[in-house]
Structure formats: structure tokens, C-alpha cells
């Protein structure tokens, strides 16, 4: 150790503290003891630990909900789709044979909404009339159009947009070598069947 190591050393041995600091330490130094050794400190801890467990199992539980709810909502929604196919290739004999939705609509009474078509459709394909059917469970009815460009026929199936059906998803997929679309408008659950060419230009 040389010299100005040495002079350090003398210097910070001499150095003492105030006497207030020391019994400001020694009273804080007693009151953690004291808390620390008090008769509830072991519960406050057992329910902070308790707290923690109750929001990891909430946390657990609400995670679990939201896989059921998607695994609800994906079965739910492809028994849609394959329902809807397999109406659209059912060649059964259409009860309102027209070419008019409007006068369509008068005729099936048994309907608890009114029928329409989006304009897209409406501009592309003439209807060839419908009959009654069902999509999940709801009344719907089974639209058949023919687009006079390419001569081929597609399916419009159109219910109402109940609470009931809020589990199946909007969705657009190929279902047995035909696309299907499934959307909401205006308060009605639409899905579209028909090959990809004549569904290409619906949106």
C-alpha cells in the first residue's frame, strides 16, 4: 500500500456519523423487525399470493372461453357451408317458379322477412325462382339464378340474420369443387354457391 492509499484509509476511519442519522437507521431497523414479526404478516402474504393465484385462473379461464368460443364458431360455420352445397346440387323441383324477387317475395308468406338481393346479383344473374328451405336451423329460401353470359346456375340462399346463427363467421371457401360465400347484409345471412367462374365477381 503506498502512501496516498494510506492517507485514504486514515481518513475514512476517522470520518463518524451524526448521531441522528444512527438512531434514524437503529428506529427503522426496529420497525421492519417488528413488521416482519407481527401476527398478520404471514396472512397478508398468504392473500397476496392467494390474489395472484385468482387472477392467473381468470386469466386461464378466459383463455379457455375464447378457444371454445372460436372452436364453436369455426364448426358452426363449416356445417354452414356444406349445408349450403349440398342444397345447391339438390335437384328438387323450385315452388315459385319467376323471374321477379319482388313477386317471389309475395308468394312465399311463410318467410318472417323480406326477401331482396344485393344489386351486384341483381345486375349479373336472372332469377328462375325459389322454394322453401333451411340454413342452421332458420326458414330461409333457396334462390336459383342463371348468369346469361355463361349460362350456368348458382344458388342464393337468404335467411335472417337471428341471433341464433351470430356463430357462424362471414366466410368464403371451395366446398365439393363449388365456391360458397357466406355474408350478413341489410339484416340477412346471404351464402352464394355456384362454380368459380360464375362467383369470381362477387365480392
Known sequence: MNDSDERIKEHYAAQTLPDDL????VAD?????????????????ASHRGLGIAVAACVFMAVIAVVHNVGVHA???????KEVAMNHFTRLELEFKDSSIDS???QMVLLPFDMTL??????QYTVQGARYCSLSGQ?????????????KTVSV???RAADELDAIDDS?????????KIWRESGLLYAMVGSLETTDSVQ
Open 139 to 151: 326458414l330461409a329460401a333457396h334462390i336459383k339464378l342463371t348468369n346469361p353470359a355463361t349460362d
Open 29 to 45: 431497523a426496529h420497525a421492519a423487525e417488528q413488521a416482519l414479526s407481527g401476527p398478520g404478516v404471514w396472512q397478508r402474504i
Open 75 to 81: 364448426e358452426r360455420t363449416e356445417r354452414a357451408l
Open 157 to 159: 340462399f337468404m335467411t
Open 104 to 106: 317471389i317475395d309475395e
Open 118 to 123: 344485393p344489386s351486384d346479383i341483381v345486375k
Open 22 to 25: 444512527l438512531d434514524q437507521w
Open 172 to 180: 368464403a371457401k371451395s366446398v365439393d369443387g363449388v365456391d360458397v
